[in-house]
């Protein structure tokens, strides 16, 4: 029932008011009947209030205006409409002012008129109320997803307890799972042969993927969270049955993500457990990525018996690296890209491109000493051999990215170290004084005087045997004098900067990133991961 109150000091009005309309036919019930403004406010204060008034405006003791300015300073949720008289248009337009719904003239009473208006504003604020009441639910509901994706994040490297996911603190998503005992958590994220990540691609991804699970009953999409768009799914079969059915429709995902957006994506999808153990959940589901290194873009599904145990796989990167020191001295170039792809398909049983990059950096590092100690490599320091990209794993997407980018270096370093410092005598003083003066202003003028040549002669001459200007090698000197810096004492950026000839360390940055392909900070990281 409506809760009603009337407000009027005359006694027919409020007589009138009460006996014309039978106010719980129309589902109304009378809160109470005063004779003005105070009378009114005191109830409404001692035993609540009503959901509609009706008052008159000129009353004594507390006018119907006063009334209504206390009712909406204590912000009291009430329909209010004015009886007003046909002089009285001054109030009924203050009154109105004042937040009121509508008015009613007295000398016009239609009671036919007075419920169709009341309903008119009692469904208007119920349809507010239920509007208000979905937004707060939904609002609710993000804010549990978003919390669920915050505490079931894993830490890259590090062992975290088991953390239980208590349903208590997730009452609406545990609703929504109640017919279920169990979920599997998907993961996915676009696969980008060209390292592009275009935010507007990114943005329509997450908005197709929201609505494809939003149309199923089997998904609860989560969200975006640290670049991959990550849901609940569930299913009443069990075994088999299960398995196909939620493989299937990720697998339909996946295709219209292709067709709509012509967006590669790689999918992981877990084991099936309880809501509590989504962190465990996720980070099956994340784990499932790195398949992608190896076999290209598609789901993959997590499976017990495909998580080796640490020691396993120690031991077979040791009997990689001793096969790999005897094909460096007796396997010829062919043979030894054979025994790459081999390692390639048993690393992609053990899904583990960690375990790949600490193997290429390993082989590079011995073919370089191996090199340098036969003074094979003339002119060449390991610092500068190593192309930046060997630092961090994150320019590369696949195994053969990875492999083939190895094996170029190795061609290059093979055949270019004819063109390398020790290799160009006319050029040897301006080396060593580069070597020396580093950190000094070095001009091209300075170079150019010390082997006699005209400016643009010299310049043209170093470019063409050299393979760069004078002032890019001149960087590349100083960028690897800072990245030995950082690897041996760890300097901060301001510090190498000084060190390697850059008074601005804020340029240092840029050019720092522009020639390694990496942030200081992100060296540094990489420095502190790499296999000794």
Not at 191 to 216: E, I, P, R, Y
Request: glycine fraction near 4%.
């Amino acid at each position: 029932m409506i809760k009603l109150a009337i407000v009027d000091d005359e006694s027919l009005v409020r007589v009138g008011f009460q006996t014309i309309i039978d106010w719980q036919a129309f589902g109304y019930e009378l809160h109470g009947v005063y004779r003005n403004g105070k009378e009114a406010w005191e109830a409404f204060c001692q035993n609540g209030t009503p959901d509609v008034l009706l008052t008159d405006i000129r009353m004594p003791e507390m006018d119907g205006l006063e009334l209504i300015r206390h009712i909406r300073q204590a912000d009291m949720d009430m329909i209010i409409l004015v009886l007003s008289s046909y002089e009285e248009f001054e109030y009924t337009r203050k009154s109105i002012q004042l937040g009121v719904q509508d008015y009613i003239p007295k000398h016009l009473f239609d009671p036919e008129e007075l419920i169709a208006t009341l309903s008119r504003l009692t469904d208007k604020k119920k349809n507010a109320v239920q509007e208000q009441m979905q937004r707060s639910h939904s609002n609710a509901l993000d804010e549990e997803k978003q919390r669920l994706m915050t505490h079931s994040r894993m830490l890259p490297g590090i062992i975290a307890p088991a953390v239980v996911m208590d349903p208590v603190n997730y009452p609406i998503l545990s609703e929504m799972l109640k017919h279920t005992s169990s979920v599997r958590w998907v993961t996915i994220h676009s696969w980008l042969v060209n390292h592009s990540d275009h935010a507007s691609d990114q943005s329509a991804l997450g908005f197709l993927l929201q609505d494809l699970m939003n149309k199923t009953v089997y998904a609860v999409p989560l969200g975006v969270d640290r670049g991959s768009f990550h849901g609940l799914l569930f299913c009443d079969e069990q075994g088999q049955e299960e398995i196909l059915m939620l493989t299937g429709l990720v697998k339909e995902w996946i295709d219209t993500v292709k067709q709509n957006l012509a967006i590669t994506v790689v999918a992981g999808l877990s084991e099936s457990r309880s809501f509590q153990e989504c962190k465990m959940l996720r980070n099956q589901a994340e784990q499932m990525f790195e398949c992608s290194f190896f076999k290209g873009p598609g789901l993959y599904r997590f499976e017990l018996e495909r998580d080796p145990d640490p020691e396993p796989i120690e031991l077979q990167l040791q009997q990689w690296q001793q096969q790999f020191a005897i094909l460096m001295k007796q396997a010829s170039y062919t043979e030894f890209k054979k025994w790459l792809d081999v390692v390639g398909e048993e690393l992609s049983r053990l899904h583990s491109p960690d375990t790949a990059f600490r193997l290429i950096q390993w082989m590079l590092k011995v073919y370089l000493n191996d090199r340098m100690d036969n003074n094979l490599l003339s002119g060449i320091d390991e610092v500068s051999a190593v192309p930046s990209p060997f630092f961090s794993k994150g320019h590369f997407l696949t195994w053969n990215d990875l492999k083939n980018s190895f094996l170029e270096t190795v061609e290059h370093l093979e055949a270019s170290a004819g063109s390398k410092p020790g290799r160009h005598p006319w050029l040897e003083p301006v080396f060593v004084y580069v070597k020396e003066h580093f950190a000094d202003s070095i001009r091209l003028e300075e170079a150019a005087k010390m082997v006699n040549l005209n400016i643009h002669y010299f310049s043209h001459r170093f470019s063409q045997e050299m393979g760069m200007t004078f002032l890019e090698y001149v960087t590349q000197i100083r960028i690897r004098k800072s990245m030995q810096l950082i690897r041996e004492f760890q300097l901060s950026a301001e510090e190498v900067a000084s060190r390697v000839g850059y008074p601005n360390s804020n340029y240092f940055v840029k050019v720092f990133k522009k020639v390694t392909g990496m942030t200081v900070s992100e060296f540094k990281s990489s420095q502190v991961s790499k296999l000794n």
